[in-house]
């Protein structure tokens, strides 16, 4: 069973910088795609950015510009390095994976920030 543990949430001011970490195990396989999702107190949950095991990214635009996903030198560990953050941003953060064709999530980890 793959488990996923979140770290790095917390309350910040407007305009001011968190970094998410995921860390992955129990996969038997290699991890395909590692992204992470928020949801919003009364929304969906959304993509925020992924990336593949070859390193290509993906960004929601709300995030373009000022968010950066990027892979540790440890094996299966993702990083989310959120700047410039607006009270928008405010949302549980989910850590998922897809291990050939399931994917897996995370407990999620709070960001909230104040304006």
């Known amino acids: 069973q793959v488990r996923l543990v979140e770290s790095g949430g917390g309350l910040v001011q407007a305009g001011g910088s968190l970094r998410l970490s995921c860390a992955a195990s129990?996969?038997?396989?290699?991890?395909?795609?590692m992204g992470w999702y928020r949801q919003a107190p009364g929304k969906q949950r959304e993509l925020v950015a992924t990336?593949?095991?070859?390193?290509?990214?993906n960004y929601a635009d709300s995030v373009k510009g000022r968010f950066t996903i990027s892979r540790g030198n440890a094996k299966d560990t993702m990083y989310l390095q959120m700047n410039s953050l607006k009270p928008e941003d405010t949302a549980v953060y989910y850590c998922?994976?897809?291990?050939?064709?399931?994917?897996?999530w995370g407990q999620g980890t709070q960001v909230t920030v104040s304006s």
């Open positions: 990336i593949t095991s070859g390193g290509s990214t």
């Open positions: 998922m994976v897809i291990v050939i064709t399931a994917d897996y």
């Open positions: 129990g996969s038997r396989f290699s991890i395909n795609v």
